[in-house]
């Protein structure tokens, strides 16, 4: 009998199908509960009765919430499938809610972070300095992202501030693609401590701290700055293409 590193069975472990399922489940309601709302007219009053419960169905499970938290079920039954000792089953939820814990309050405290920036009508502000030094927009834009995202370690978070403060800019002389792209780039510099996801590589690889920077953190720092360059470069040339 083949068994695997932790010395269990191979075949008492859930099958592939299964053991995905937690991923995949979330994926499947929440993008159903999107094209459903997309494809399917529900104040049309010819639309079958079993169109208009499946539409029901999905919006009540594919809410973003609701489908995490049965994926996390799903999970936890998997788990306890597993492993029916309760003791282990206990030790197994305490050690992932107090790795989770930290990333997710780190996360959270970011996001009200750049809440509070987008509150403080930031944008129009940086419009006008802007344009009284004659800043060009795409370095601004991603400095900006930097910036934000040093400081309170969200991607997600600095570019939504992003472009909450580039709003004040009433035109730009290239496509605006250009300035998502350099926002996209700026959004990469340098994640470190703060960041949900410098954790997520650290544990989930093994590193140390040091070596996630070394090997994660720079190379995602050239990857951005390389970006900002290259876009420019496009802009400048194929301003509107």
């Known amino acids: ?3 695997t590193n932790a010395g269990a069975k191979e075949e008492n472990l859930p099958s592939l199908i299964f053991s995905l399922l937690p991923v995949l489940l979330p994926i ?6 999107t094209l459903m709302g997309m ?7 010819e639309i079958p009765v079993f169109t ?3 539409v029901q ?3 009540l499970l594919g809410d973003s919430n609701m489908a995490l938290i049965l994926s996390a079920v799903v999970a936890m ?5 597993r492993n ?7 030790k197994s939820m305490a050690e992932a809610i107090s790795s989770a814990g930290m990333i997710i309050l780190i996360t959270a405290a970011g996001g009200a972070f750049g809440t509070m ?6 944008g129009s502000s940086v419009s006008k300095m802007a344009g009284n030094y004659h800043l060009a927009i795409l370095p601004l834009a991603f400095l900006i992202t930097l910036v934000v995202r040093t400081a309170q370690g969200s991607a997600t978070v600095a570019m939504v501030t992003a472009i909450g403060v580039m709003s004040g800019f009433s035109s730009y002389n290239f496509h605006p693609v250009y300035l998502a792209l350099v926002i996209g780039c700026g959004s990469k510099i340098f994640p470190w401590m703060n960041d949900s996801a410098f954790w997520i590589i650290t544990r989930m690889s093994g590193m140390q701290e040091k070596e996630t920077i070394r090997f994660f953190s720079y190379l995602l720092t050239v990857m951005g700055i390389s970006g900002l360059f290259l876009i420019m470069i496009l802009a400048k040339f194929f301003p509107f293409v």
Request: aromatic residues 8%.
């Open 28 to 33: 499947i309601l929440i993008t159903g509960n």
């Open 52 to 54: 208009q419960n499946l």
């Open 117 to 122: 920036l987008q509150q403080t009508n930031i």
């Open 57 to 59: 169905i999905f919006k």
């Open 84 to 90: 029916k000792d309760r003791k282990s089953f206990e």
């Open 1 to 3: 009998e083949i068994e």
């Open 39 to 45: 494809l399917v007219d529900v104040k049309n009053p």
């Open 77 to 81: 039954l998997l788990l306890w499938n």
